[in-house]
């Protein structure tokens, strides 16, 4: 399925620079303080009903391969999608650090509990010999990040790891999960930034603004 999101013009009120940099470590600072103050149950409350929320979109629906995250420290918990996509015959594939390339490689789960290790950074990823699944084959992607905005910006975790991959998933949709107090009025970024298609809470879908220019 088509992805509708891109670049951008860009804005000329973003902050640039070193100030564009520390406006990125702040908000990162603050969202992932209040994502680690959420309690307990309400962060597993949430993570149900994001699931669900996924579970209906149309693209969801339509996507035979989906390239879906591993939870890390306090992000809604993503090991029920995967039960869900797997129990609906979908392919699903999960990524692995390769430190050499600073890249990520995509394989297959089959039995997540079997499939699964501790990996880079101290998230889960599938054991070196599971299969590959080549990236051009994704049909639908679920994008990590910190904090996102309506427009689809998203403010990762500073590694670039999925700033290098999403180029190479061609149209896959990009879909955002993530809790509410994520979701901020604007996510400081740069005109190269990669946005998403659709964030989704535990209290609402959001489908960006289907901008495109010249460098889609």
Do not use: C
């Not at 103050?37 to 996507?63: C, E, G, H």
């Not at 797997?86 to 509990?113: C, I, Q, S, W, Y």
């Not at 309506?150 to 955002?176: E, I, Q």
């Not at 005109?191 to 998403?196: G, N």
């Amino acid at each position: 399925m088509p992805s509708p999101t891109a670049f951008v013009a860009p804005d000329p009120d973003a902050p640039r620079g070193s100030a564009l940099h520390e406006a990125k470590v702040a908000a990162r600072r603050d969202v992932t303080a209040a994502r680690d103050a959420m309690p307990a149950d309400a962060r597993a409350a949430a993570a149900a009903a994001i699931t669900a929320r996924i579970v209906a979109l149309p693209m969801y629906a339509a996507a035979r391969t989906v390239l879906l995250t591993l939870p890390f420290r306090s992000e809604w918990d993503t090991l029920p999608l995967i039960g869900i996509a797997l129990a609906e015959g979908k392919k699903v594939a999960a990524p692995r650090v390769n430190r050499a390339t600073r890249m990520l490689e995509l394989h297959a789960l089959v039995d997540p509990p079997r499939d699964l290790v501790p990996g880079a950074f101290g998230i889960p990823e599938p054991v070196p010999g599971a299969e590959r699944v080549a990236p051009e084959g994704v049909d639908l992607v679920l994008v990590p990040g910190v904090a996102f905005d309506r427009a689809g910006r998203r403010l990762g975790y500073g590694g670039g790891y999925y700033d290098r991959l999403l180029p190479l998933l061609g149209r896959a949709s990009r879909v955002a999960g993530a809790f509410d107090v994520q979701l901020v009025e604007r996510v400081p970024s740069a005109p190269h930034d990669l946005r998403v298609d659709v964030i989704v809470t535990e209290s609402q879908t959001l489908f960006a603004d289907p901008v495109r220019t010249a460098r889609e």
